[in-house]
């Protein structure tokens, strides 16, 4: 029997339905580590778009960039935009402890000769808050950015791609890892990825590694679920509102259930932990409108934050 195109459609939206997996799950990124553990993806474009941040925090963000007019001369002459040009930023890191690698991958629209002759510029001279080195390493364009004695090294993979790390080895050896085919990532990121909606404005995966479990059994409220832990993952979607959903998959449905249900447990204390008055009414609206359930092996906390709480929020904090 032939199957048209409508037929195969149905029949992809319901294998996706009944596996449990989001329609548009998160793909690997070809420059995510193979080691990635932990990995969060902000659609930038989509954000600054939503309803929410144009009306309560683009202008913001435009005014504070505007308060330092010496990095706004020097975007200018790198002909960038942030409002404009950046579509999308992807943060890596391939463990939690010290040892760990961690990676940028900022994709949009760059042109990469007026960005190098502005920062050529900027490290002949001072630039407040700033200092710009330009460096060769292993035959890439590195450059040191140094931001109140933080040092981030860059460079570009090409007209739509920087790529930042700690080290000035790392980010050269992305960039020329970037022209090869992807090194296949690990199964449990592969697998915690899945469980993502790629749709959504931010959204975060991460896998409990044996070191991470050794940190949470130091703390006394995780060090009974340390051991039962398997990843967590989350995303936020932003229209008026701000609907943010996380979900906990641990190894087995009792140990989702003793998890569920302590969480549930703690939900009355948060509005207590606020000694503000001010501020007690919205902890209080955003307790209650957060729901924790318990589905098979995985521990489900959905928060929306209404408009009407964020306009409350914003007006205390002026």
């Known amino acids: 029997m032939r199957m048209n195109r409508t037929t195969w459609l149905g029949a992809a939206v319901a294998a996706a339905l009944l596996s449990g997996a989001p329609a548009f799950a998160v793909e690997p990124d070809k420059l995510m580590p193979a080691e990635t553990t932990v990995a969060v993806g902000i659609d930038f474009r989509q954000t600054l778009d939503?309803?929410?941040?144009?009306?309560?925090?683009?202008?913001?963000?435009?005014?504070?960039?505007?308060?330092?007019?010496?990095?706004?001369?020097l975007l200018e002459k790198a002909g960038l935009d942030p409002f404009r040009d950046i579509d999308s930023i992807l943060l890596c890191s391939t463990g939690t402890d010290a040892n760990s690698q961690m990676r940028w991958v900022i994709r949009g629209k760059f042109d990469p000769t007026k960005v190098d002759a502005a920062l050529q510029e900027a490290a002949k001279k001072d630039v407040k808050g700033l200092k710009v080195k330009s460096q060769k390493e292993d035959g890439v364009a590195v450059y040191e950015v140094v931001m109140e004695d933080q040092s981030v090294f860059a460079a570009f993979a090409d007209n739509k791609t920087l790529i930042l790390a700690e080290k000035a080895k790392q980010v050269a050896a992305a960039v020329k890892g970037a022209a090869n085919p992807p090194a296949k990532l690990n199964k449990d990121m592969a697998t915690a990825l899945g469980r993502v909606d790629g749709k959504s404005s931010v959204w975060v995966a991460l896998v409990v590694t044996d070191d991470l479990k050794k940190q949470l059994k130091a703390n006394p409220f995780t060090q009974e679920f340390a051991p039962k832990l398997d990843s967590v993952t989350g995303t936020v979607h932003l229209t008026q509102e701000i609907d943010t959903a996380v979900t906990i998959t641990t190894k087995d449905a009792e140990s989702a259930k003793q998890l569920g249900k302590t969480l549930d447990e703690l939900k009355p204390q948060i509005a207590g932990l606020i000694d503000n008055p001010q501020a007690a009414p919205i902890i209080k609206a955003l307790v209650q409108n957060l729901k924790i359930i318990s589905e098979q092996s995985d521990v489900k906390i959905h928060l929306k934050v209404t408009e009407d709480t964020i306009k409350k929020a914003l007006d205390m904090d002026k």
């Open 50 to 73: 939503s309803p929410v941040m144009k009306k309560n925090a683009v202008d913001t963000l435009k005014l504070a960039l505007q308060g330092n007019p010496e990095v706004t001369k």
